[in-house]
């Protein structure tokens, strides 16, 4: 079942009790989610991720706005009826029922002809313990299991309605670093073998960009980007989203593009053709760099950590706007860490131009006002 | 989708119907717990007179009068009583305080031979109801002669297992890098109990004390077995002294006076540490 | 580390003298006056030892008056208080706004003397030549007959002793609750409404159970608090319980100590070790029934 979401707005009242002002947590929010697809909804914290997954399943209505499943407008259907499975942060197992228990409660709701006899009921909880891997550990409390295997649980009791649509909210936060790896593999497994429509958020771009098939960028209710997790890497089209992605993260200095060329403090670093005159802020990827003798950009050299299959140049630059920039390099290429300086040229698909007021993408060709 | 929207409004219409009763029905439970309030403030306002006229009682003083006060501060002695209990109630909690402090100081700061053997005791007598040991006692102080004395009054009702128990959790949630700290810089024991860990604990000091002052108000028991001399009686047992022998007749608008006196303080106490009395309560206050 | 030692014993030393002195002393001395037979206050000397006390307290109707009393209010006034401060609890956790302002309220009743509003309670209740009291005028408007709650039928007594009892207790057991109610995780009530749970399904199979270990307490500290109740019937009915029938094991523990028809310490003594018993039987059953019920 494909998500289409239309001018999604949500409003809250303000905190502050005497002003009238409303925080907006999503503003006008458009997109569409393919049938089947496992979406990342990716943005730093306090951004709306989460008001967007509670509209998307019923728990928060939207201000103004529609949410469609497929072709039905669901925006006034309450969350029990819009067969939409969601797996909280902190999983909100009911601590006072084993995990069989929590798997099979969401069944007993059914009512009318959905209703299920006690075997079908086991059945069905049985099946989404073992896609989730916890057949043997269905008789324990949720006290009883660790973080990993309460999210098993939990997204079971998602599953084992077999909803249209499966919402996660930070799934792998609560778990320690080895894991998350794990875990978010295991996701992807689940999302392959049900072909459910995905939704999950997090915080954590790499958690997105490693098992998404889309992500959604979002910052401050605003959608940023939509696409696939490379292509919004590689053509970011504002330097939020340029800098959220990325680790190392993306370079940013301070230039201005005069006649055709890219200038970093006083050196010309590079050609931007098609781009008019004008004061421009310039991501590099750390990939972006090749050291070269009499490269077109020269920075100071801060150090060299060797890390095997590449090599992590830190230098320094007036132009920078940060405390070291991180050049990642092939190992082939030797840096002289006597010297005090160091020279590269730069990977032309490695750097964006963003404009300095706005952040909006400047590409070639076209008007940056 | 209708239908849905249809189900939505009538959810809508059901859940403010759910919120209106809701709210009435808590009203009316509001009212009977404000309702003695009221009455014993409005009776305390009418005459004698006109109090006993009513054969159905009105609802407003038509004549308010403050007689009623005069009475009871002249025609019975309940600024003895008020006063007894003020001494009973200071001197109780404060020797109460020193004692709590200085057991749950030694249970939470200090190492010696013993001590978990010693705060399970303590525990156990938590759970020891004030009827197994209350005979006893009156024995004793009768023995001693100390009936209707302050002393018997006081003594036994100063400890509280359970004030040591919640100040001491609460010491020991002061880091230990304070107290080592204020070792190498050569602080007492005593000074560092005195200078960091009491300013420290303040809030949970003031709950003891505000649930202390409570207790001590409203006692009745004890005092009632310990005194029948009335210049030693506290309000308690000064109102049920009132009831089964003041003021000559059955006069009770003169009662009611006698009644909101000895309400008002603590209801003045709760109303400036609300917050702090009702959080002190659910740490495990109970009305004893 | 020694000297530490003896100054730990310094600081314990108060709060060892005192409790030495009046509760662990008591302890001891409370089973001895219990098994010495035919004490006599003034000589301070007694006859035999045995369980003559205890026969004698068993056989004596105003034992078992107050006996009897004290079940059935406690019977009354513990599932009645518990239920209802449920609800309460309930109704204000869903109104959002004037919540804190109906607590204020609802807590008033802990911070007043039982004695003074006792007072009041009675003459609401009362009879007199004068008047019939505002109960029985309301009474009266609902058609119904008056009675006097104060020195008329025991039903009518040991309703006005319930309703202030459960008056008195109520506000501790509706703090705890809302404090409960409130600290379980709003997560927990998504989750039940994504998984299709109605509101009354929530309730019994959500809420209840989250905070069934707040609700055993209250019924715990509820069932030993009204076994020993004594100061409201004190407040209602006057000193001479037993003449107004509405005496409690409580009362006539102190009744035997002191008074009109004191002076037996042994009877009394009897009295509050067959009272201690029965509470310590009734708190273990509630334990573990709780142990089997409440979820951890």
């Given at each position: ?281 310039v991501g590099i990827r750390p990939e972006g760099f090749v050291p070269k003798e009499g490269g077109r950009f020269t920075c100071d050299l801060v150090g060299v950590e060797v ?63 | ?276 009395i009702m959080e002190g309560v659910s740490r495990g206050g109970t009305k004893g | 580390m020694k000297k530490n030692g003896l100054k730990a014993w310094l600081y314990l030393l ?283």
């Amino acid at each position: 079942m494909n998500v289409r979401l239309e001018g999604l707005t949500k409003h809250f009242p303000s905190r502050n009790k005497k002003s009238k002002e409303v925080v907006v947590a999503v503003d006008d929010f458009s997109f569409e989610i393919p049938d089947g697809k496992l979406v990342g909804l990716l943005g730093p914290s306090g951004c709306g991720k989460s008001t967007m997954l509670n509209m998307i399943s019923g728990l928060e209505k939207p201000t103004s706005g529609r949410v469609f499943f497929g072709d039905d407008d669901v925006t006034d259907v309450p969350p029990e009826l819009r067969g939409v499975g969601l797996v909280f942060q902190n999983y909100a197992l009911y601590p006072h029922m084993t995990a069989l228990q929590n798997i099979l409660f969401p069944l007993e709701n059914l009512k009318g002809a959905k209703k299920l006899s006690k075997d079908e009921m086991l059945k069905r909880a049985n099946e989404a313990a073992r896609l989730v891997q916890i057949t043997e550990l269905m008789e324990r409390k949720p006290s009883a299991l660790s973080g990993g295997q309460q999210q098993r649980v939990a997204i079971a009791r998602a599953l084992v309605k077999m909803p249209k649509i499966l919402l996660l909210d930070e799934p792998l936060s609560n778990l320690d670093a080895r894991l998350r790896l794990q875990t978010r593999e295991e996701l992807r497994r689940i999302q392959r073998e049900t072909g459910i429509t995905t939704v999950f958020v997090t915080h954590d771009q790499e958690e997105a960009m490693s098992i998404s098939d889309m992500i959604v960028v979002m910052k401050k209710g605003v959608l940023n980007q939509i696409g696939r997790p490379q292509d919004v890497y590689d053509d970011p089209v504002n330097l939020f989203v340029a800098k959220f992605l990325g680790n190392p993260p993306i370079n940013v200095f301070e230039g201005s593009v005069r006649g055709g060329k890219l200038f970093i403090g006083d050196e010309d670093v590079m050609d931007a053709e098609g781009v008019s005159d004008a004061p421009v802020s310039v991501g590099i990827r750390p990939e972006g760099f090749v050291p070269k003798e009499g490269g077109r950009f020269t920075c100071d050299l801060v150090g060299v950590e060797v890390m095997g299959r590449d090599t992590s140049v830190i230098c320094n630059h007036p132009a920078f706007d940060g405390a070291n920039i991180r050049a990642i390099v092939s190992a082939e290429n030797r840096i002289d860490t006597e010297k005090e300086t160091v020279s590269f040229d730069l990977k032309p698909n490695k750097v964006f131009l963003f404009d300095k007021e706005t952040g909006r993408r400047i590409r070639p060709g076209e008007e940056n006002r | 989708m209708n239908d849905y929207e249809k189900i939505e409004r009538r959810a809508a219409k059901r859940k403010r119907a759910v919120r209106i009763i809701t709210i009435i029905l808590l009203s009316v439970w509001a009212l009977i717990v404000l309702f003695p309030f009221y009455w014993m403030v409005l009776s305390s306002i009418k005459s004698y007179s006109s109090y006993n006229s009513e054969r159905i009682p009105k609802f407003i003083a038509e004549a308010p009068t403050f007689k009623n006060y005069v009475s009871a501060f002249t025609e019975v002695p309940l600024a003895k009583y008020f006063v007894n209990t003020l001494i009973f109630t200071v001197i109780t909690t404060a020797l109460m305080l020193v004692v709590t402090v200085l057991a749950a100081f030694a249970f939470a700061r200090l190492d010696f031979r013993g001590k978990n053997v010693v705060f399970a005791l303590f525990l156990a007598l938590m759970m020891i109801p004030n009827e197994l040991v209350i005979i006893t006692n009156f024995q004793t102080i009768t023995n001693l002669g100390m009936r209707n004395t302050f002393h018997g009054l006081i003594l036994p009702s100063v400890t509280s297992v359970f004030y040591i128990y919640l100040l001491k959790e609460n010491f020991e949630s002061i880091p230990d890098e304070l107290y080592k700290a204020a070792k190498v810089d050569g602080t007492s024991d005593l000074k560092y109990l005195l200078k960091v860990m009491i300013p420290i604990s303040r809030p949970t000091l003031v709950t003891i004390t505000i649930l202390k002052v409570i207790e001590c108000w409203n006692s009745y028991v004890w005092p009632r077995l310990i005194t029948d001399d009335r210049a030693r009686f506290l309000v308690s047992n000064g109102i049920q002294e009132i009831r089964e022998n003041g003021f000559g007749r059955e006069n009770i608008p003169a009662m009611m006076a006698a009644v909101v006196v000895i309400s008002v303080p603590l209801i003045v106490l709760f109303l400036v540490f609300r917050k702090k009395i009702m959080e002190g309560v659910s740490r495990g206050g109970t009305k004893g | 580390m020694k000297k530490n030692g003896l100054k730990a014993w310094l600081y314990l030393l108060p709060s060892l003298i005192f409790l030495g002195f009046f509760m662990v002393y008591p302890l001891v001395d409370v089973l001895i006056y219990s098994l010495e037979e035919g004490y006599n206050s003034a000589s301070q000397t007694f006859t035999g030892v045995g369980l003559y006390n205890y026969a004698y307290v068993l056989r004596d109707p105003y034992f078992m008056q107050a006996v009897k009393n004290t079940f059935i209010l406690v019977m009354i006034t513990v599932p009645v208080s518990t239920g209802l401060a449920l609800l309460i609890s309930l109704g204000l956790s869903s109104i959002g706004k004037l919540r804190e302002l109906y607590q204020t309220i609802y807590f008033l009743p802990y911070v007043t003397n039982t004695l003074a509003v006792g007072l009041v309670f009675m003459i609401l209740f009362k009879k007199t030549p004068y008047t019939d009291g505002m109960v029985n005028l309301l009474i009266g408007l609902f058609g119904g007959r008056s009675v006097d709650f104060i020195e008329g039928p025991y039903w009518a007594k040991m309703f006005v002793l319930s309703f202030y009892t459960v008056w008195i207790v109520l506000p501790f057991k509706i703090l705890i609750l809302t404090s409960a109610l409130a600290s379980v995780k709003k997560d927990y009530y998504s989750a039940a409404r994504i998984d299709g749970a109605s509101g009354f399904k929530i309730f019994t199979r959500i809420t209840v159970p989250m905070i069934s270990p707040m609700i055993f307490y209250l019924i715990i500290t509820g069932f030993i608090g009204a076994f020993k109740a004594y100061s409201d019937s004190v407040a209602l009915f006057g000193t001479n319980l037993n003449a107004a029938g509405m005496n409690t094991i409580v009362g006539y523990i102190y009744d035997m100590l002191y008074g009109d028809s004191g002076g037996y310490p042994s009877y009394a003594s009897a009295a509050a070790l067959i009272l201690f018993a029965i509470v310590f039987t009734i708190t273990v059953i509630n334990l573990l029934i709780s142990r089997k019920k409440v979820n951890a």
